[in-house]
């Protein structure tokens, strides 16, 4: 088991730019893989990033590439999303996930299903608002 720490989420207007991170502590981190997601108010939870163990591997869902990236840092133990160009659609809380991959499926592999993932933060708020 990993534990996670999300930071960073607020209040930013529309085309502004946030970084979340997130800061694991407990096991091995270096050993999963991560994922951003977000649920907004009566909507499921739904992907937004994911990176492999090594980092060469990332993964973004259609309506945030090109506008977030995420990042990791294994000798710190942390996992960043920046967002940028962001959009009222974006308000949602946003959640970081480590899914126990191993090292054997590869430096490029990052699931996108939630299912995956058995570790998960608290979640921290992002509101996009004028």
């Known amino acids: 088991q990993v534990q996670l720490v999300e930071s960073g989420g607020g209040l930013v207007q529309p085309g502004g730019s946030l970084r979340l991170s997130c800061a694991a502590s407990?096991?091995?981190?270096?050993?999963?893989?991560m994922g951003w997601f977000r649920q907004a108010p009566g909507k499921e939870r739904q992907f937004v990033a994911a990176i492999s163990w090594s980092g060469e591997g990332t993964y973004y869902a259609d309506s945030v590439k090109g506008r977030f990236t995420i990042s990791r840092d294994n000798a710190k133990n942390t996992v960043h999303l920046q967002m940028n160009s962001l959009r009222p659609e974006d308000t949602a809380v946003y959640y970081c996930?480590?899914?126990?991959?191993?090292?054997?499926?590869?430096?490029?592999?990052?699931?996108?299903?939630?299912?995956?993932?058995?570790?998960w933060g608290q979640g921290t708020q992002v509101t996009v608002s004028s």
């Open positions: 407990g096991r091995t981190f270096s050993g999963y893989a």
């Open positions: 996930a480590a899914a126990a991959v191993g090292y054997s499926g590869g430096i490029y592999y990052a699931p996108k299903g939630a299912a995956a993932y058995d570790n």
